[in-house]
């Protein structure tokens, strides 16, 4: 079969299952959507700005487990790209990108629509290539494919001149089954002696700890930590990124840790004398201050990657591997075994576990006559009985999301966490929704974030993808201003804006539905009908407490045990709002 | 402490700039960086001398290993191993100068490999020790330029890094 290189490029995402591609045509990649234009198989998606392609992408591939495409034009196609593949990058994402490319002959002579792409991209990618001979594409496309699914996964970015495209170059086409690279080979397998230390080391426990990741739902491994979770009967903890990787309703569950993690999760860290930490990477925002970071514990760390181990705290027991097979063979030495934990040692552990439990760290004001954020969030667990997709963009509504909708399945908590990237929700819902058309998918939002990807409501509408989005609308980017708050003697620098666009109007000239509600009993009402209304995207604009605050917080600098805790409902608090 | 790495890495346009954007990226330091093609010519040899705490050190191996195009490396400073700069150095002679010069250079094991009425090219290899001190023994201002490579090095023994 002979193709030229515009065929070649869409024939290689057939033979690899693709099943969309998100993006923007432009100059250097005409000739690859003529290619698309000849055939139904992979299914484009035109979205209205190249960012939302990478998050619609990520998106996809967070939610199904398959790695997102991405296709754009060079210059800036390739730059208004860049945010969403750091995205991608920071949370280990599996995301192919092609990017059109000025022809060979032209570059480096600052051509129109030029910029050194693989230069741009090279500090926020697994690994990108530029191809240079029509014969090499789909071994190059094959090897993106291998690089950004493998190992610890990641985006990589294939960059196209125009001329490998040319439809009058036609070369034999053969997609390779598989490929080797010499320089490439991911650590699958633990080491079995680490394995063995560790499991007797976690036995011997006496305040043990499970502090799990995002890499046990990108390595498909919640079903082995939740039957090692039982066998031991240790508590468990979950990043931001590991959420629903362990069920969230399930007693041995203590809630998220970190900044905002829970009053129970951070004491049982701080107090804990053995942590397995699975598929985490001790990220600042999970440790705190580094050097008071878990006092007493000795820390077994398993992970796919070999630079995440000790990068921040130092562990005790490493094990470099795919989290599955190594759960599995802990799970193996602990049945087998003849060393069970110790019952009177963990019934103490539950009950001091208990006692940081009873001060119910995530209560709020149930009786105010204004909405709270957090109620909202409830609501919408119990109108979509905790089954929904759900998708954030960041700042205070993604933390109110992460504590008050309980995960109890992997990939249906959709969030940017490495990077932080507001305007990652509307876009990431839209390829959730895509993926799964008959699922519930909801967008938790806020009136800043929202506006940062809103022109996506427009994709929403043309691929007939329904979704919700839950808008807190606070008058104010609502985290920057609670640390301007606590750090900066509430001096609201910039952090409101005086001309919110009325989001119902906004919502129905895309062509959708828009609901404003501004009292707490009209939210389940509100909720009800949106999700009733199947093959409608409803923007549901709730008018929410602007004082309201993410407790609890370890202020930045500060360890496990020093949070700061909601004050008792109706306690005067000294702060100014405009 | 100082250490020397050694790295396979494929003879890629952009690998150099990989390796050189961790550098600079994760704020490590590169004191000096040297690379050429190996025997295999799809495969280029890369010697980096760093500095850093052990943390720092094992922080940069494990960097370096996971950039797709690097094959292979090695920290020299873990085993005995030998490493050799090369320099040039331009020296203002005189006639009451000159055999001074030329002695110097016979102390250090150099070659004269220029000869102008006014000036020496000296060619020297060594440990950079070895070729800062010879650069100390002239005063100050007879010497008018010196390039250096930057150390190379390979392991003692049989044991070689290859594929």
Redesign the interface.
């Known amino acids: 079969m002979e193709l030229s290189g515009g065929q070649i490029l869409v024939q290689c995402l057939k033979d690899e299952g693709v099943e969309f591609v998100f993006g923007y045509p432009g100059g250097s990649v005409l000739h690859i959507y003529d290619a698309i234009f000849h055939q139904d198989d992979v299914k484009h998606i035109l979205v209205r700005h190249e960012q939302a392609a990478a998050h619609s992408a990520d998106a996809y591939a967070r939610a199904t487990g398959k790695p997102g495409v991405v296709l754009v034009t060079s210059g800036p196609g390739a730059t208004n790209a860049v945010t969403g593949i750091a995205t991608a990058y920071l949370d280990s994402i599996p995301m192919v990108i092609i990017s059109g490319q000025v022809p060979s002959p032209v570059i480096g002579s600052d051509a129109f629509q030029e910029v050194d792409t ?2 741009i991209t ?2 926020c990618v ?2 990108n290539f ?1 191809v240079k001979d029509v014969n090499d594409l789909a071994e190059t496309m094959k090897k993106a494919f291998y ?1 950004a699914t493998t190992g610890r996964p990641g985006p990589v970015l294939v960059d196209v001149p125009k001329d490998i495209t040319d439809p009058n170059i036609k070369v034999p086409y053969k997609y390779p089954k598989k490929v080797v ?4 080979n991911p650590v699958v397998t633990g080491h079995k002696g680490q394995i063995k230390k560790a499991v007797d080391l976690l036995l011997a426990a006496q305040r043990p700890i499970i502090y799990a990741g995002g890499g046990v739902i990108l390595g498909e491994a919640h079903k082995e930590l939740t039957e090692l979770t039982h066998l031991l009967g240790y508590p468990i903890t979950n990043t931001l990124m590991g959420l629903g990787g362990y069920p969230a309703t399930d007693k041995q569950f203590v809630g998220m840790l970190g900044m905002h993690g829970t009053y129970e999760a951070n004491m049982a860290m701080h107090e804990s004398d053995v942590i397995l930490a699975v598929g985490a990477r001790f990220d600042d925002r999970v440790t705190g201050k580094l050097t008071e970071f878990c006092p007493y514990a000795k820390i077994i760390h398993i992970d796919i ?3 995440s ?3 921040t705290v ?1 562990v005790d027991i490493p094990i470099v591997g795919d989290v599955k097979p190594v759960l599995e063979q802990m799970i193996e030495l602990i049945k087998d075994g003849k060393h069970k934990p110790s019952k009177s040692a963990l019934e103490s552990w539950w009950q001091l576990i208990q006692s940081w439990r009873d001060v119910h760290c995530l209560e709020y004001d149930r009786e105010s006559n204004i909405i709270k954020p957090q109620y909202v969030v409830e609501q919408l667990y119990q109108v979509t009985k905790g089954d929904a997709y759900v998708t954030s963009d960041v700042g205070q509504h993604q933390m109110y999301a992460a504590q008050y909708y309980h995960f109890d399945k992997p990939r249906r908590w959709i969030n940017s966490g490495g990077l932080g990237t507001m305007g990652f929700g509307l876009p990431a819902a839209i390829g959730v929704k895509l993926a799964f058309p008959e699922a519930d998918v909801a967008c938790i939002t806020g009136e800043a974030s929202i506006q940062m990807c809103i022109q996506e409501l427009s994709t929403a509408l043309q691929y007939n993808a329904p979704v919700k989005i839950v808008n807190l609308n606070n008058r104010y980017m609502g985290m920057v201003r609670q640390w301007q708050e606590f750090s900066y003697q509430c001096r609201y620098s910039q952090s409101y804006m005086d001309t919110i666009p009325d989001f119902v109007k906004l919502a129905e000239a895309y062509g959708h539905v828009g609901m404003r509600i501004e009292n707490p009993e009209d939210v389940r009402g509100a909720l009800e009908e949106a999700f009733a209304l199947k093959d409608r995207t409803v923007f549901l604009d709730f008018i929410t407490d602007r004082t309201e605050n993410v407790y609890p917080m370890i202020e930045a600098g500060k360890a496990h045990h020093d949070m700061k805790l909601r004050v008792a409902p109706g306690t005067p608090v000294d702060r100014e709002l405009s | 402490m100082r250490h020397i790495i050694s790295i396979l ?2 003879n890629e ?2 690998a150099l ?2 390796v050189a ?1 961790l550098f600079s ?1 994760r704020g490590y330091n590169i004191e000096s960086l040297t690379v050429a093609p190996t025997e295999d010519a799809s495969l280029s040899r890369m010697t980096l001398v760093t500095s850093g705490s052990d ?1 720092i050190i ?2 940069i191996t ?2 370096l ?2 950039l ?4 292979k490396l090695i920290d020299l400073a873990e085993s005995g191993h030998i490493e050799r700069e090369l320099m040039l150095v331009k020296i203002k002679t005189s006639h009451d100068t000159r055999e001074e010069v030329k002695r110097m250079v016979d102390i250090f094991r150099g070659k004269i490999i220029d000869v102008t009425p006014s000036s020496y090219v000296v060619e020297m290899t060594g440990q950079s020790s070895k070729l800062d001190a010879f650069i100390h023994g002239f005063e100050e201002g007879s010497i008018i330029e010196v390039v250096r490579s930057g150390p190379t090095g390979i392991s003692r023994g049989e044991k070689g890094l290859h ?1």
């Not at chain 1, 690279?181 to 490439?184: A, H, K, P, V």
């Not at chain 2, 797709?68 to 094959?71: M, Y």
């Open positions: 693989v230069g090279r500090p697994k690994h530029l690089v690279m010499r320089s490439y990657d070999p630079a181990i000790s990068k130092k | 890495i494929e346009a952009g700039s990989r954007g990226a943390e094992e922080q494990k960097q290993n996971k797709i195009d690097v094959v594929l």
